[in-house]
Every structure is written in structure tokens, then in C-alpha cells.
């Protein structure tokens, strides 16, 4: 097996996930394809990872990906979490992830309205309800989640979601109607109801936002294919690198890695997976810095971080895994970065002293300061 060295898996990570200078892209769809996919659960680091990665950065640019050309796509993902994903990944992610996570959030939710007193069939209840609500969502085209409560007053009906169902911390079933609706391919995710850092989004059929239905792929060959791309974009990585990624079970993750049938690599400290057509060694890259945002793809593709986190996880993590705003030096972290109410950038490192100079400039964030060092 050949060897592929720390170094030379910092020099994949600069080419591949385009953050050395000469590695950048030309536009979001470009940035979201190679790394798969772009974090969205803070809407704000959608347009901080591509700033990052881009020639020439700009909010209207990015945006226009989003709603204009619509060439990505925002959608529920990997680990159910929310992901902006280009559009020829999008029935891969659907079918991989996606749809099995919708199966299992309905049947919960089945059996949730079953416990707490739903007369009769409550999957018929919750079918019909999902029935209307896409009905109502035709028939405007484009709606916020008020809107269609409006038209669908079952959108309201009162569901208690915690361990124990106590009638005053009960929630309205709408953001679950949607989530499934979304999740079994139906609807998607438009444009925000505010600026670009706003976190409530339209919803629209996917069929007109799309301009067509999502093609529907076998879970085998969806989750094969999006092994593929990882592996592309992060390899070489491990097993349990891509358990933790797609939030697959261990059974999964060795059939998708059987029917890809990687090639094993000798990694500082264990064996790692890359493509059968991935086995040249990558040169280094030029010295380069990046402020990367909370959650980015890259901090948060790998379950084993040491060989670019080193000792900084409880600085830079929370206790659900989740990363801050991390500095980052030739392919490894050193630092945690934040923006003040003024708008100034300010960043900690480990040795305490600041990033070498490369154009940083300051940019709007709701990131919050890591504490480091």
C-alpha cells in the first residue's frame, strides 16, 4: 500500500476544497461540487464558505446560484442536516439520505399522533393533512410556512414533541408537515424571507422551482454514488470518516464502500480509503490562510481530525460536535476567529500571534468569537 503523508493530505485539502489561492473557484456551483456539499443551518455560511473559495467573491453572485439560476440547491441532507447541494447531486443526496430520513421522521411522527389521541388512522390523518398543504402550495406557487398555515388550519393542530407529552409545551405539526413534504422530494426549500443572512425561507413546489421532478434513484446506487464524491472531495478518509458524514449505519457505509471498491492507503496512524483512479501524489501548495466559518464543509468532513485539528477540538467544538469559526494555516488549524459589532475581523491563534498576511478583508457574520488558546 502506498504511503500518503499529513502534508500530502493537506495538499488535497488545499487543491481539492479550493482554498489555496491558485486553487480558486469561479462560482458557488463550482465551490459546492467539489466539496459535495456547503453547510446551511446558518444561512450566513453558505455565502462565508464561498467567499473563502472564490476569485471573486460577491453576496449577488452567490445568490444568484441559489434563486436565479438555481444551479444549487438547499435541501435535507446528510446527519438531517440542512445543505446547499449542486443540482446534478440532488436526486444522489434525495435518495442516499434524504427520503430514508423522511421515511423514519414520518413513522415517528405516526406513532406520536397515535399516542397522544389522533381519532382514528393517524397515518390517513397525517397523509391527508400532507395532501392539502402541497395542494395549497400549488395553488399560490411560492409560500411561506404562515401562508399555508393559513390556508391549511390542520397546519396548526398542537403535537408535544418532548420525552413525555406535557399539553403546555406542545408545538403547531407544521414544521414536521413540511419537513416531510421536503424530504419526500415534494417541496423545496426558495428564497429567504429577508437578506441573505435570514434563516426563514418560501417554499415552493419542486417541480416549478426545478423546472422538473427529481429523479428517484435506488438507495444502493444513491449512497454508492455519493461515496464517490466524498471519497473525491475528502479522500483519503476512513470508514468511520464516513459513517460520521452521512450518518449511515455501519452496515451501510461497508455495502455503499463495497460497491465503490476504494483502495486502501497507509495513513499516519491507520488505513485510509481514495478512489482506484486517485493515486498519484499531489504536490504541495503555496502557503495560504483562510478564515473558514462555523460548521464549514471542511472542519466537518472527518470524524478523525488530529492530523489538521491537533489539540484544539475543545476550544473550537461543541459538546454535539458542531465547529466554530476556525483559522486555518497550510492545511491545519491554528486559530479561532470572530467579527465585532463594528464589523472588524478578529482572530486568536495558538502561538498568539496573527495568521501571516493574504488579503484578509472584513466581511459581514453572525459568528460568534472563539475563545482559543
Known sequence: MRRITVEERRAR?????????????????EVCGDLVALHSTDPASVYLAAFARLHSPQVAAIGR?????????????????????????????????????????????????????????????????????????????????????????????????????NPRMRQPIWPRVLLLLAAQGRIVRSRPRGSWVSGQYRWSPSRSWLGGDIAALPVDEARAALVRRWLAAF????????????????????????????VEMVLDGGTGLVLADDLEPVPAVEPWVALLPALDSTVMGWA?????????????????GNAGPTVWCDGRVVGGWGQRKGGQVVWKTSAHRPPPPCGLRPIDSNAGWAMFG
Open 304 to 320: 478523525q481530525r488530529d492530523w489538521y485539528l491537533g489539540p484544539h477540538r475543545p476550544a473550537l467544538f461543541d459538546g454535539n
Open 13 to 29: 485539502l488545499a487543491r481539492r476544497h479550493r482554498l489555496a489561492p491558485a486553487a480558486r473557484a469561479e462560482d458557488v456551483t
Open 235 to 262: 479522500g483519503p478518509g476512513t470508514a468511520a470518516d464516513l459513517k460520521w458524514w452521512t450518518g449511515w449505519t455501519a452496515a451501510q457505509v461497508r455495502q455503499a464502500l463495497s460497491d465503490v471498491g476504494p
Open 65 to 165: 446560484g441559489l434563486y436565479e439560476d438555481r444551479t444549487v440547491v438547499r435541501m435535507l441532507g446528510m446527519r438531517r442536516t440542512l445543505f446547499v447541494v449542486p443540482g446534478d447531486l440532488v436526486p444522489v443526496v434525495q435518495g442516499s439520505c434524504t427520503q430514508p430520513i423522511g421515511a423514519r421522521e414520518r413513522r415517528l411522527l405516526v406513532e406520536r399522533l397515535q399516542r397522544q389521541g389522533i381519532d382514528g388512522d393517524a397515518a390517513g390523518w397525517l397523509s391527508t393533512l400532507e395532501d392539502a398543504t402541497f395542494a395549497a402550495l400549488l395553488a399560490r406557487g411560492e409560500a411561506t410556512a404562515a401562508e399555508l398555515c393559513d390556508d391549511v388550519p390542520g397546519l396548526r393542530q398542537p403535537v408535544g414533541f418532548g420525552a413525555v407529552d
